[in-house]
């Protein structure tokens, strides 16, 4: 099964009226790239690379280097693969990210190949069963409305299944806890909420929010911070006892070396199209099984990444909750291919059944959707 071909979609659409605000900016757009990969036995598979807000660069890093350096070999052999980029690209020329963001995307289309070629679903090649996995809803959305309008929004989703939700903080502490506030008022201690600050949060903020996400009984705070300020993460975690939660912007195994030697981050939330693909992410998981650590991996733009992701956690002894992306009007989740995932009434998904992912790409939707320069959040 050589590989013959390596190709990448940058691609885009726009969000006219304006999308979420969060701690990192306004959304006027949302970027993915998209892998393809083609062996000789003509078997396709698809990936996500994720864009790292700089989509057109990460695809042009797929289509020169890394395919260079991956054509004709065996599309079986991920570790060798992987093993082959880390040497002559990401350790030699520097543990990068936009390294890291574009062969998670190629490994993994190559285990959507290995899946497709034997005929299974990915959960069953990956040593896992088909088996109920537990779902929050969260994405980009549930962000800072006025605390009525949230419980609007949060309605029809917790109406559909969904028994876990991830708010957004990083606004200010006092609407921040506001928020939190009217939302375990509203639905008990029965929900289990979240809180995602997408680095939003100073060392001071967190000191003032973490007595009230205590009281609350708050399942995570996630990202307060950026990946690297490692001193304010260790700072953090003696304000209180909910457990700070990170991983996305946390790169190959290396890196999680750092964090499980600091000890303090105690939610693990790698992502399959931006730590290293799938083949890392099945290390990063071991090392955390080894500690008890749970892993729940974050999604990316697409519905192949979200598939893949409850095959991974199908997969794994130490898997949390997915992250159902319930923003409104994703077309990477709703046109781009077919139907990723389904929430069911009792507020888990499935994995897919088909052999592969299980997700259909449409190539027609890629080209009438091209790259839209410029960033993703202002």
Avoid at 286 to 308: C, D, E, L, R, V
Avoid at 334 to 361: F, Y
């Amino acid at each position: 099964m050589k590989i013959v071909e390596v190709k990448a979609y940058p691609t885009s659409f726009p969000l006219p009226a304006g999308g979420p605000r969060l701690g990192i900016g306004q959304a006027v757009k949302r970027d993915a790239v998209m892998v393809k990969v083609v062996t000789e036995d003509g078997i396709i598979g698809w990936g996500e690379a994720h864009h790292g807000r700089a989509h057109t660069a990460v695809a042009k890093l797929i289509e020169t280097t890394l395919r260079q350096l991956i054509m004709g070999m065996d599309a079986h052999d991920v570790t060798g693969i992987w093993a082959r980029i880390y040497k002559y690209q990401l350790a030699s020329h520097g543990m990068g990210a936009g390294c890291s963001l574009a062969m998670s995307g190629i490994d993994m289309a190559l285990w959507d190949i290995r899946a497709k070629a034997a005929g299974w679903p990915l959960y069953r090649l990956l040593g896992g069963a088909s088996r109920p996995i537990p779902a929050y809803a969260g994405g980009v959305s549930l962000g800072y409305q006025e605390p009525a309008a949230l419980l609007d929004e949060m309605a029809p989703h917790l109406a559909a299944g969904y028994r876990a939700v991830k708010l957004r903080v990083g606004d200010t502490v006092a609407n921040d806890i506001a928020r939190m506030e009217a939302t375990r008022r509203a639905h008990g201690d029965a929900m289990d909420i979240l809180t995602d600050a997408n680095i939003g949060y100073s060392l001071e903020d967190v000191r003032r929010v973490m007595p009230a996400m205590d009281a609350l009984k708050i399942g995570w705070l996630e990202e307060p911070f950026p990946a690297h300020d490692h001193h304010q993460y260790r700072a953090a975690a003696g304000f209180g006892r909910t457990p700070l939660a990170a991983g996305e912007n946390h790169f190959t195994r290396f890196e999680f070396t750092r964090v499980l030697e600091d000890g303090v981050i105690r939610i693990w939330q790698a992502d399959l199209s931006k730590s290293g693909g799938i083949t890392e992410c099945l290390r990063i998981a071991a090392m955390g099984s080894a500690f008890k650590i749970p892993f729940h991996p974050h999604s990316s733009m697409t519905g192949i990444n979200q598939a893949a992701s409850i095959h991974l956690l199908a997969a794994i002894d130490n898997g949390g909750y997915f992250e159902a992306d319930i923003s409104t009007n994703n077309l990477f989740r709703d046109a781009l291919g077919s139907e990723p995932w389904r929430i069911r009434a009792d507020g888990t998904v499935l994995p897919n059944e088909a052999p592969g992912i299980g997700v259909e790409i449409d190539e027609n939707w890629l080209r009438a959707h091209p790259a839209i320069e410029g960033p993703g959040y202002v």
